[in-house]
């Protein structure tokens, strides 16, 4: 068996050992009440990306496009 005791690796001791933490817990909590926020950051953020990506296009092609054709 993989992960009776006899055959657990160092790290996983390791890695169970930290779950135990007051970090650790602090952590999972905190990452799961912020993870809706975080989520809305991002799809806010790359909407305005994608706003200024469009606008940069369009005056690329304003201003450039007759230098692209020849």
């Keep these: 068996m993989k992960h009776s005791p006899q055959f657990r690796s ?3 001791e390791e890695r169970e ?3 135990h933490t007051t ?4 952590w999972s909590v905190m990452f799961t009440l912020l993870y809706p ?3 809305i950051f991002t799809f806010l953020f790359s909407g ?8 940069s296009r369009v005056l690329a092609y304003l201003f450039g496009g007759s230098h692209a054709r020849r």
């Design 10 to 12: 160092k790290r996983e």
């Design 23 to 26: 970090g650790y817990k602090v």
């Design 37 to 39: 926020f975080i989520a």
């Design 48 to 55: 305005i990306v994608m706003i200024f990506s469009g606008i």
């Design 17 to 19: 050992a930290l779950k």
